[in-house]
Structure formats: structure tokens, C-alpha cells
């Protein structure tokens, strides 16, 4: 794909005159890091980064029986969401595999009106999007807001302290999974506090138009505190040692809930497309998701095998050094019985075996 | 340490010349226009003295921490030496690429690869180019 192909944010021209360095990711031109990823990963845990997430599809339901249809779509339970929360849940097909993760949001208007939204993954978007169609029932009202607006993620201790002087109204009282229309900058937009650092933090969703105006204020702001803007390099350090799934990675079509560790965003008390295949497999029989240190310093990366004696049983869906911990990590999937913390496996880097254990997710916590 | 005698790979390594007792041994490196691409260093994994490379072929590896990368011979011969201090200093190869910050030393057995290696204003050329 050429660069003249590729979709571009509102904040394109912010990244490409502040150093980042642009690269194609899922048709889009994101920066992957600005400096350097290990600053930028340690200013998110220190202090605070920006992330523009606008990449990310926005979908909004409008009708009576909105959030009904999306409960019948995920893994979790949301039709008994209440308004100003947020839904983290899963996709699937009808045979189980996972089509994406997704969070969904019930909101309100300023007229007290509930509607739905959705955010789900870049790479996703049009596979959601036609998945969604080809079941939106009448009464339903399906738009991709998407290129209409920008997502700005603020994340790190700094977080909040930076975001309320731009949005009206005390953000400190959303609750984690919370969100809510509001006024930033004296335009309408959203606010919500999901995350994928493994920090506190908040999401700003405002009209594209008032993305360069809304990304400045927090730059300067951040700025003034050790802050930093981030790109995708770092994002993904910072998600890897949350241990939050990346779909692609952790999560795919072959993949199904049951071995990603994901048993907190299924809801088996409702009826959701999968549901039948997934309660027909034997869980024992798969493969399950956990973490990995490495005892020498060699980073294990996506699709290395996994092996114990002369047996693989398994293979890497991502790994790197983690700038916390100095030292280099890892998920992967391996087979039931190697996957009890603290059993010894090895890791094929490029023809050479070495050494990992199996060690609890997450690989970081805040405190 | 000036770059004025050094030649260059278009895999990005970094070569001096030197005579000594009749035998030509080559000093190798990777540029600092590498280096800085790589940016955040992690691993560094140095060529066995003793062993015999093959220009062209890989016989080290350096991780950053997006991704791992070969060091391609750029001579072929015998290492001499391996620079041991280097893979604990990674962060000094920003400052020193072409100093501290050498790699091995190769006695070479066959110059002809010497004749592929591009001065340093055609590798800067080059590094323009690919952007």
C-alpha cells in the first residue's frame, strides 16, 4: 500500500511536523514513536502520555432497541447496561472464534435521550461494519462516525489533573468504564475512562475539527509535567505489560474466548452469537494464554516457538524488552499442561533455544 | 574518530582497513545512521572469535526494542577479536558508533568484498534515498 492510499487522522499534520515517525498500520499512517519508545513508555508511567487512538472505529446506535441488538452480538451482557457505563466484551462467530474486542458505551444526550456507542478495533472496522448491517434490524439507526471525529487518549498519574481544564465538569467522578457527553474546549464531545496502558486515565472524543486545538492543549499541558505525545511503539509496550490482548496478536478468528483468558467478558446468561459452539467445546482441549520471563536477555517476539524438551507446545503472540521491568517479556499461547506459573520452557529465538518461565499476568500494576 | 577512511555496506555496517604484518584486518561497526534508526537499544549478540565469516552473511544480531535486525559481515575472514564491553555500553553506540562502538575485528582472507563497500558520501547518498 502506498502512503497516498492511506487514511490519515485529523492529527496527521500535528505527528508529521512533531517528529513522529509514520508508519502504515491497518491502512492507516500512525506515528509509531515521536522520540524514542522507551521515553515515551516511561513518561505514560510516570507522568502522562497522549495517544491518538482516532485511528479506532466509532459506531453509534440510535433506536429504542439499540443496545437489545449489540447484546445479542457480544460475549457480555450489555442490554442491562445503565447510561455512562462502558461494556468491554467480544465479537464472535457463530463457531467461536473472536471477530474483535469492542467496548460498548450507553449514553445519553442533553435531552436525556440513550443511544449507543461503539468503539472497535482500526483493522476491524469494515468487518464489523458489514457484520453489524447484515443484522441491523429496522428499528435500528447504524452510523460510522469515525472520520467525523477524533479519539484522544490521556493516560499515566498525570492523566486527569491534565484533562479536566479542557472539559466542563469534574471528570474525577466517572467512575473506570464510565463515559459521558461533555463540553471540551466549548465544543461537545465525549468523555470516558477505559484505558490500555494498565494506567488511570481518560479518552476525549471530539469533532475532528477540534482535534488539533483539543491535542495542543493537552501537549502543552503534559508538557509542563514530564509528558509526552506517544506513538504505537510504546502503546504497545505499555499494553503488553498490562497484559491487554491486541487483536491480531492475542486474538483472532482461530482463537476463541475460552483460552484467552477473557472469562470476565463473557456473560453466559444471555443468548449471543457463538454461544452454542462455545459451550460445546472442551476447554481442556485448548491452548491457554500466559506470560513468560525470560531468564537471559534475548527478546522473544510474535511467532517464535515455544518448545519444552523437543516438543512445541505453542508459539509467541508478542513480546519485548519491558522498559518497567528492564528486563524482556511475553504472551504466547501453550498447551494446558506447561501453563502452571512458575514451569520452565523454552523459546526458539531464531534457531537458538532459550530459557523462559511461566510467571502471572499482569507483568505490571499500578498502585 | 573521523569517518573520512571508513567504508560502508549497504547494510549499514561500518569498515576500517588496517595493515598489520603483511595481513589486511578490517575493524567493524554499524553506522549511526543505523543506530539511530534502531533507537532504543537491548541486545547485542558479538561473532565467536575463532569463527570464520562469510561476507554478506549475518554473524551478529542487535535487538532494539521494536524488533530484532542481523549484522552482516562485510569482509570475509577469520574474527580476531570481539568487542566483550559493548553489549553491557548499548547506549553508548549513540554517541561512539565509530569508535567504542565497533563490533569485531576480521582478518580478512579475501578482499573482493572490499570492492561492494561504498564510501561514506555515497552511503550517506544512500540513507538520503531510502529515506
Redesign the interface.
Known amino acids: 500500500m502506498t502512503t497516498e492510499t492511506l487514511k490519515k487522522t485529523p492529527l496527521y499534520n500535528w505527528h508529521a511536523a512533531n517528529g513522529g515517525r509514520m508508519v502504515d498500520f491497518t491502512g492507516w499512517s500512525m506515528p509509531v514513536q515521536y522520540t524514542s519508545i522507551i521515553d515515551e513508555h516511561n513518561a505514560t508511567r510516570n507522568a502522562v502520555g497522549l495517544f491518538d487512538v482516532s485511528h479506532m472505529a466509532r459506531f453509534r446506535f440510535d433506536g429504542a432497541n439499540a443496545l437489545e441488538f449489540i447484546d445479542g452480538l457480544v460475549t457480555r451482557k450489555v442490554a442491562d447496561l445503565k447510561p455512562g457505563r462502558i461494556r468491554y466484551g467480544l465479537v464472535c462467530k457463530e463457531d467461536g472464534g473472536i471477530l474483535d474486542d469492542i467496548l460498548t458505551y450507553h449514553l445519553q444526550d442533553g435531552d436525556g435521550k440513550s443511544y449507543t456507542w461503539m468503539v472497535v478495533n482500526a483493522g476491524n472496522r469494515e468487518k464489523i461494519a458489514a457484520w453489524i448491517n447484515a443484522r441491523l434490524p429496522d428499528d435500528v439507526k447504524f452510523t460510522d462516525c469515525t472520520e467525523q471525529t477524533a479519539m484522544i487518549a490521556v493516560q499515566g498519574p498525570r492523566a486527569m489533573a491534565i484533562s479536566q481544564n479542557l472539559v466542563e465538569g469534574d471528570i474525577a467522578e466517572l467512575k473506570y468504564y464510565q463515559g459521558r457527553e461533555a463540553t471540551i474546549l466549548s465544543h461537545p464531545g465525549l468523555v470516558s475512562r477505559t484505558g490500555y496502558t494498565g494506567e488511570d486515565g481518560v479518552e476525549l472524543t471530539v469533532p475532528a475539527e477540534n482535534a488539533i486545538a483539543v491535542w495542543e492543549a493537552l501537549h502543552v499541558a503534559a508538557a509542563e509535567v514530564g509528558g509526552h505525545a506517544v506513538g504505537l511503539g510504546a502503546r504497545d509496550t505499555l499494553r503488553l505489560e498490562a497484559a491487554m490482548p491486541l487483536y491480531g496478536h492475542e486474538l483472532s478468528e482461530e482463537i476463541t474466548p475460552l483460552q484467552a483468558g477473557l472469562g470476565f467478558a463473557m456473560s453466559w446468561d444471555h443468548e449471543f452469537i457463538g454461544k452454542a459452539a462455545l459451550e460445546a467445546i472442551d476447554k481442556d482441549s485448548l491452548p491457554v494464554r500466559v506470560g513468560l520471563a525470560m531468564q537471559d536477555r534475548r527478546v522473544p517476539r510474535e511467532h517464535y516457538p515455544l518448545y519444552s524438551g523437543d516438543e512445541q507446545i505453542g508459539e509467541v503472540t508478542s513480546g519485548s524488552q519491558s522498559p518497567t521491568l528492564a528486563a524482556p517479556i511475553a504472551i504466547g499461547y501453550v498447551s494446558r499442561q506447561y501453563a502452571a506459573e512458575g514451569t520452565m520452557i523454552d523459546v526458539d529465538v531464531r534457531g537458538k533455544r532459550h530459557a523462559a518461565k511461566v510467571v502471572p499476568l499482569p507483568f505490571y500494576k499500578r498502585k | 574518530m573521523s569517518t573520512d577512511n571508513l567504508l560502508f555496506a549497504k547494510t549499514h555496517e561500518w569498515v576500517k582497513v588496517e595493515e598489520s604484518d603483511g595481513a589486511k584486518i578490517a575493524t567493524v561497526g554499524i553506522s549511526s545512521h543505523a543506530i539511530e534508526a534502531l533507537?532504543?537499544l537491548?541486545?547485542l549478540e558479538l561473532p565467536e572469535v575463532g569463527k570464520e565469516v562469510t561476507a554478506g552473511e549475518s554473524f551478529g544480531?542487535i535487538?532494539s526494542?521494536?524488533?530484532?535486525s542481523d549484522i552482516y559481515a562485510p569482509v570475509t575472514g577469520e574474527v580476531l577479536e570481539a568487542n566483550t564491553a559493548l553489549p553491557d555500553n548499548l547506549d553508548s553506540l549513540h554517541e561512539d558508533a565509530y569508535d567504542n562502538g565497533w563490533i569485531a575485528k576480521i582478518k580478512i582472507s579475501d578482499d573482493s568484498a572490499l570492492s561492494d563497500l561504498m564510501d561514506k558520501a555515497a552511503y550517506d547518498k544512500m540513507c538520503e534515498e531510502e529515506g
Open positions: 533507537n532504543d537491548v541486545y544480531e535487538e526494542v521494536k524488533a530484532v
